[in-house]
Nanobody
Framework: QVQLVESGGGLVQAGGSLRLSCAAS????????MNWYRQAPGKRRELVAH???????NYAESVKGRFTISRDNANNTMYLRMNSLKPEDTAVYYC?????????????WGQGTQVTVSS
């Protein structure tokens, strides 16, 4: 089992910055890729950024150049640095881990952290 706990959300003005953290615990050795997703009211959950165990990254077009995903494997923590925030970035942000259990691949989710960007 893997537990994921997000932190760092809050209210920020447009143009501001936030850094989200995702602390993993439990069977962290089984984690491969990690992701940040977000879900705005009335919208589907969408992938924001992905990072592999080796540190390769991918981003949604809407956040490229503004968001940076990173991970500290030694401390089992993933981050999302968000700059130049826009009101449309307002959403609940979720940490997600892709893990490999003896019985196969498993997805783990955090509880989410609210990010609100005011105009």
């Amino acid at each position: 089992q893997v537990q994921l706990v997000e932190s760092g959300g809050g209210l920020v003005q447009a143009g501001g910055s936030l850094r989200l953290s995702c602390a993993a615990s439990g069977s962290v050795f089984s984690i491969n890729g990690m992701n940040w997703y977000r879900q705005a009211p009335g919208k589907r959950r969408e992938l924001v950024a992905h990072i592999t165990s080796g540190g390769s990254t991918n981003y949604a077009e809407s956040v490229k150049g503004r968001f940076t995903i990173s991970r500290d494997n030694a401390n089992n923590t993933m981050y999302l640095r968000m700059n130049s925030l826009k009101p449309e970035d307002t959403a609940v942000y979720y940490c997600h881990a892709e893990a490999l259990a003896p019985w196969g691949p498993v997805d783990y989710w955090g509880q989410g952290t609210q990010v609100t960007v005011s105009s």
